[in-house]
Nanobody
Framework: QVQLVESGGGLVQAGGSLRLSCAAS????????MAWFRQAPGKEREFVAA????????YYADSVKGRFTISRDNAKNTMFLQMNSLKPEDMAVYYC????????????????WGQGIQVTVSS
C-alpha cells in the first residue's frame, strides 16, 4: 500500500502559476510510476501527466504540454506538478496516482489515489 496526499492547490489568476506536490508514504515510493489526473465539475477524470520510476519516461496530455512539468524526488518521496500559464479551463480537482510498472495514461491502470486538491483559475 502507498498513501498519497496532495498539497499546493488554491486560487490563481489566469496566466499565473502553481506548484502541486504529492507526498507518498507506505511502501517504497521509488517503486511506483506516478501520474496526475484532474476532474472538472460534470466531466470525467482526465489524464494530465505521468512519469516513470526514475522520471526518464514522461507523458503529457496535449492540453498541458509546454505549460506543465511533472517531476519527482525519490529521496523525499514526493512528486510535483509545476503549472505555468494557467487557463480557466485548467480549473479542476487534481489527483495524484501511483501504479506498479510503467506509466500509463488511463486512470483505470492506477492502483492508488490521493484525495484530490482544488485548483481554481480566475479569468
Amino acid at each position: 500500500q502507498v498513501q498519497l496526499v496532495e498539497s499546493g492547490g488554491g486560487l490563481v489568476q489566469a496566466g499565473g502559476s502553481l506548484r502541486l506536490s504529492c507526498a507518498a508514504s507506505g511502501r517504497t515510493f521509488s517503486s511506483y510510476a506516478m501520474a496526475w489526473f484532474r476532474q472538472a465539475p460534470g466531466k470525467e477524470r482526465e489524464f494530465v501527466a505521468a512519469l516513470s520510476v526514475r522520471g526518464v519516461i514522461v507523458y503529457y496530455a496535449d492540453s498541458v504540454k509546454g505549460r506543465f512539468t511533472i517531476s519527482r524526488d525519490n529521496a523525499k518521496n514526493t512528486m510535483f506538478l509545476q503549472m505555468n500559464s494557467l487557463k480557466p479551463e485548467d480549473m479542476a480537482v487534481y489527483y495524484c496516482a501511483a501504479k506498479s510498472g510503467g506509466p500509463r495514461r488511463s486512470k483505470s491502470d492506477y492502483d492508488y489515489w490521493g484525495q484530490g486538491i482544488q485548483v481554481t483559475v480566475s479569468s
